[in-house]
């Protein structure tokens, strides 16, 4: 077995920084610390760098089957792991959607085949299939999707005795898309009446309203409630719905929250220079949203974050208001933004890991993975804190082939992703042939 010393980096983990050694061998890391050093082993210097957990998104759509002019299993986790994500949760606004068995298997297939990071994907909910969603298992499946608002792909759940049995029966975690449906098409219609078809890009904050993201996750925590089911609510972007919520730690909800960094870094007034590149569902919002948002964050009332990673094609987004798709691409850059966060002080490096790798292992029961643990598999990222990314068109993994972030330049960089105890990823070069594995669900 190879075995690899990744030598005085200082190690991000469960709530402390320690600079120490990580010996792995094979796949798992085999030991935190000081000690012997089997004959044969590779010493990489980390003196100066940081050593985090693999990040783990847990919502992202890398459009397979169907959409590849877009984007593929195989570009997108590559894109992922040049950033430092190692693990990810696909969503089911496929062509055709995921919403069966057969589905699922279809993506496995598929991602066993070409893809860089670790998999999960997700079961969507139809109006029709509670008899697959009651079938499901963990072998099968990280959680079951529901769109309780309309977005890209043609899966709004909007049956009132089908969301009732879905929260009482998902034997799974229910992952939710919350924005109601009927507020979102009356706005569209009066800026329709407004403006044309040529609807400015700053209201589409208003068409998708914070009144329609807080009747649609009142609803599904609600229902979360009433079933005590184990709810997942997807990119929250208000602050007015964190009061739904409760803070504390991870284990002790059975109703947890979500927040993705675009709506962390974002505000209304990106619309003026990004447009139609930062219209997303849902919108991004005001000052006060990403403030909330932040804080809430930083006290346990959000306990994931997450990128909604949905890439689009650069004519696609070029379109006026209500041809131009909603969601961006940002499964390369998520660690950079955030670390570029904690550089100006918003969130510290041990909220960070606890938020993309800590928590979404546990909310999920990912098995042996997002924790520096002995024993545990060695997905991990090294970035440098005094390091920089310039995002231009030569850095961009995406097959969709933008960024919003075009031209910025973060103040870190991911200096090696390792997958599986293998160099995956190592000073802007991918170094290894798709090696991602199906990850492991296990129930609480
Ligand atoms: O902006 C979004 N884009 N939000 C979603 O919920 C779906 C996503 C997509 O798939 O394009």
Same mark, same amino acid.
């Given at each position: 077995?190879?075995?690899?010393?990744?030598?005085?980096?200082?190690?991000?983990?469960?709530?402390?920084?320690?600079?120490?050694?990580?010996?792995?061998?094979?796949?798992?890391?085999?030991?935190?610390?000081?000690?012997?050093?089997?004959?044969?082993?590779?010493?990489?210097?980390?003196?100066?760098?940081?050593?985090?957990?693999?990040?783990?998104?847990?919502?992202?759509?890398?459009?397979?089957?169907?959409?590849?002019?877009?984007?593929?299993?195989?570009?997108?986790?590559?894109?992922?792991?040049?950033?430092?994500?190692?693990?990810?949760?696909?969503?089911?606004?496929?062509?055709?959607?995921?919403?069966?068995?057969?589905?699922?298997?279809?993506?496995?297939?598929?991602?066993?085949?070409?893809?860089?990071?670790?998999?999960?994907?997700?079961?969507?909910?139809?109006?029709?299939?509670?008899?697959?969603?009651?079938?499901?298992?963990?072998?099968?499946?990280?959680?079951?999707?529901?769109?309780?608002?309309?977005?890209?792909?043609?899966?709004?759940?909007?049956?009132?005795?089908?969301?009732?049995?879905?929260?009482?029966?998902?034997?799974?975690?229910?992952?939710?898309?919350?924005?109601? =449906? #009927?507020?979102?098409? +009356?706005?569209?219609?009066? !800026?329709?009446?407004?403006?044309?078809? @040529? $609807?400015?890009?700053?209201? /589409?904050?208003?068409?998708?309203?914070?009144?329609?993201?807080?009747?649609?996750?009142?609803?599904?925590?609600?229902?979360?409630?009433?079933?005590?089911?184990?709810?997942?609510?997807?990119?929250?972007?208000?602050?007015?719905?964190?009061?739904?919520?409760?803070?504390?730690?991870?284990?002790?909800?059975?109703?947890?929250?979500?927040?993705?960094?675009?709506?962390?870094?974002?505000?209304?007034?990106?619309?003026?220079?990004?447009?139609?590149?930062?219209?997303?569902?849902?919108?991004?919002? =005001? #000052?006060?949203?990403? +403030?909330?948002?932040?804080? !809430?964050?930083?006290?346990?009332?959000? @306990? $994931?974050?997450?990128?909604? /990673?949905?890439?689009?094609?650069?004519?696609?987004?070029?379109?006026?208001?209500?041809?131009?798709?909603?969601?961006?691409?940002?499964?390369?850059?998520?660690?950079?933004?955030?670390?570029?966060?904690?550089?100006?002080?918003?969130?510290?490096?041990?909220?960070?890991?606890?938020?993309?790798?800590?928590?979404?292992?546990?909310?999920?029961?990912?098995?042996?993975?997002?924790?520096?643990?002995?024993?545990?598999?060695?997905?991990?990222?090294?970035?440098?804190?005094?390091?920089?990314?310039?995002?231009?068109?030569?850095?961009?993994?995406?097959?969709? !082939?933008?960024?919003?972030?075009?031209?910025?330049?973060?103040?870190?960089?991911?200096?090696?992703?390792?997958?599986?105890?293998?160099?995956?990823?190592?000073?802007?070069?991918?170094?290894?042939?798709?090696?991602?594995?199906?990850?492991?669900?296990?129930?609480?």
């Amino acid at each position: 077995m190879t075995s690899l010393l990744l030598a005085n980096g200082r190690v991000v983990n469960e709530g402390r920084i320690q600079e120490t050694d990580l010996l792995i061998t094979g796949d798992r890391l085999a030991r935190i610390g000081a000690g012997p050093v089997p004959a044969g082993t590779r010493v990489v210097d980390l003196k100066g760098l940081h050593v985090l957990p693999g990040l783990i998104d847990d919502q992202v759509h890398f459009r397979e089957p169907g959409l590849t002019d877009k984007a593929t299993i195989a570009s997108e986790s590559l894109a992922a792991i040049c950033g430092g994500v190692t693990s990810y949760l696909d969503m089911p606004n496929n062509s055709p959607p995921c919403i069966d068995r057969a589905g699922l298997a279809a993506k496995k297939a598929i991602a066993a085949r070409t893809s860089f990071a670790n998999y999960g994907f997700y079961l969507g909910a139809t109006n029709s299939n509670l008899d697959e969603i009651r079938k499901i298992t963990r072998a099968e499946a990280c959680g079951i999707k529901v769109f309780m608002g309309s977005s890209t792909g043609n899966m709004l759940v909007d049956d009132e005795h089908t969301l009732e049995s879905i929260f009482a029966d998902a034997p799974l975690p229910i992952a939710t898309h919350c924005e109601d =449906t #009927p507020l979102i098409h +009356a706005a569209e219609a009066r !800026a329709r009446a407004k403006y044309g078809d @040529d $609807v400015p890009m700053a209201e /589409h904050a208003n068409i998708r309203s914070a009144e329609a993201c807080y009747k649609s996750s009142a609803l599904a925590v609600g229902l979360a409630k009433r079933h005590d089911a184990r709810l997942h609510v997807l990119h929250l972007s208000t602050a007015g719905e964190l009061e739904l919520f409760s803070a504390g730690p991870i284990e002790r909800k059975r109703i947890t929250a979500e927040a993705c960094v675009h709506h962390l870094w974002f505000d209304d007034s990106g619309y003026a220079a990004l447009g139609a590149r930062i219209k997303c569902n849902p919108a991004i919002k =005001t #000052p006060a949203d990403r +403030a909330g948002l932040i804080a !809430a964050v930083n006290s346990d009332v959000i @306990d $994931v974050i997450a990128t909604d /990673h949905a890439p689009h094609t650069a004519e696609e987004k070029s379109r006026p208001y209500f041809a131009a798709p909603s969601g961006l691409p940002l499964v390369q850059h998520m660690l950079n933004m955030l670390l570029d966060q904690y550089h100006a002080g918003i969130f510290s490096l041990e909220t960070i890991v606890t938020k993309t790798a800590h928590n979404p292992a546990r909310l999920f029961g990912i098995e042996g993975r997002g924790f520096i643990r002995e024993g545990y598999v060695a997905d991990l990222v090294v970035v440098d804190l005094a390091g920089s990314t310039t995002v231009d068109s030569e850095q961009i993994r995406y097959r969709c !082939a933008w960024s919003p972030f075009e031209g910025h330049t973060f103040r870190s960089a991911v200096v090696m992703t390792l997958l599986r105890g293998g160099i995956a990823f190592e000073r802007g070069a991918v170094s290894a042939p798709p090696m991602g594995a199906e990850l492991i669900f296990r129930a609480d």
